[in-house]
């Protein structure tokens, strides 16, 4: 105790201090911690304390969460529904620059035709009425 008061701690490789990083969301808090443990102020002993503490507060509030699920809540995120396609909801600005690629060349748009030798059968198969059209504007 005395040996870590006077060299202080390694916040980078203490597992709790790594832990906090992750669980605190007081960053000003996190960096007062890591001053006071590096310092030799704060004892691993305290670290692993106020460890326990943040964490017992997260499950609890995830506990407190998981409690509120019900059968019909749980049956209603499970249930299969069929996907809408409702458009682009970024569509592209008028009179936007996209931003240049850097260093990498230009890829060329293959679409489903340049898939394979047998791009247009199975674009038929997977699109029949997107080809239908492509026929017709030909």
Not at 64 to 90: A, C, F, H, Q
Not at 113 to 128: F, N
Request: glycine content about 8%; aromatic content about 8%.
């Amino acid at each position: 105790m005395e040996e870590h008061r006077e060299l202080g701690g390694m916040p980078d490789v203490d597992v709790s201090f790594q832990y906090l990083t992750y669980f605190l969301e007081d960053d000003e808090e996190l960096d007062r911690i890591r001053v006071s443990y590096e310092s030799g102020e704060m004892l691993t002993g305290e670290m692993k304390k106020k460890c326990i503490e943040v964490m017992q507060e997260y499950v609890a509030g995830f506990q407190e969460r998981r409690s509120k699920v019900t059968d019909e809540v749980l049956e209603s995120y499970m249930t299969p529904r069929r996907l809408i396609w409702r458009g682009n909801p970024n569509p592209v600005k008028e009179n936007f620059d996209p931003p240049k690629r850097m260093g990498l060349p230009k890829r060329p748009s293959y679409g489903v035709r340049g898939l394979s030798s047998m791009g247009d059968q199975i674009a038929e198969m997977v699109y029949p009425e997107k080809m239908k059209r492509v026929e017709e504007d030909k």
